[in-house]
Nanobody, 124 residues
């Protein structure tokens, strides 16, 4: 069992930056691919970014490519999402997720564990 806890959300002006963190429990964090998703009310949860278990591979949704960076520190059991040049359309609840496979994953059903989410609000 893996427990995930996101933090770092908040209110930011358009053009600003936030860094989300996701702390994972357990001793096998380094085996999991990790991902970030986001959801706004009335819409499906959508993929944002993913990173392989070793951190050597990453992949981003087109909407965030060049602005967001996913990274991980396996020694700290933590994955990060650095968000720069934020736009009002980035406003959502952001969720981190862990997959029991090691390679990058972009689909919700490929993830086995989810955090509770953290709200990101971007004012225009």
């Amino acid at each position: 069992q893996v427990q995930l806890a996101e933090s770092g959300g908040g209110l930011v002006q358009a053009g600003g930056s936030l860094r989300l963190s996701c702390a994972a429990s357990g001793r096998t964090f380094s085996r999991y691919a990790m991902g970030w998703f986001r959801q706004v009310p009335g819409k499906e949860r959508e993929f944002v970014a993913t990173i392989s278990s070793s951190g050597s591979r990453t992949y981003y949704a087109d909407s965030v490519k060049g602005r967001f960076t996913i990274s991980r520190d396996n020694a700290k059991n933590t994955v990060y999402l650095q968000m720069n040049s934020l736009k009002p359309e980035d406003m959502a609840v952001y969720y981190c997720a862990a997959s029991l496979v090691s390679t990058i994953r972009t689909m919700k059903h490929e993830y086995d564990y989810w955090g509770q989410g953290t709200q990101v609000t971007v004012s225009s």
